[in-house]
């Protein structure tokens, strides 16, 4: 129990915690991706990408758990490899990252903060997919939704906004 051991060890288990958070303007006419899913919406978001902004967040949520920055370091907007791609391919490759340095998932919670449409009948399919793309359990991945009370730049419907929390542990 010296002072260099790593206070996050509790036993012989190494957990970390991260945190991310995006946010994308929202344009009409443009498709909407939440959580690796298509919402039927008359607007979508404006974006690099596909504009996933709910699986930006939990990307940056599990580069903030392993301190290894962030979405725009490891995928620049600038590089027309990823131009329009799919987020869950974004997803796969930083799970690869967590693989890689050790670590696995044991839970992903997601708030996505939207004025319209609601989300609530995307929400099953949402956590499903996440799930499949992290390779945990359905009960690993939580989505949340909420609006603003039409408060905010949410609340008028200008933008999507998503915080995402994940707890990483590693049992090597
Ligand atoms: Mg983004």
Redesign the pocket.
Known sequence: MGLARNPAKIQDMDIRIGNGY?V?ALAQGLPLWLGGVKIESETGCV?HSDGD?AI?ALCDALLGALALGDIGRHFPDSSDEFKGIDSKILLERTMEMVSEAGYRVGNADITIALQRPKLATYIGNMRETLARVMGVPVSAVSVKATTTERLGFVGRSEGCEVYASVLLFSLE
């Open positions: 995006d994308h974006a902004v930006h």
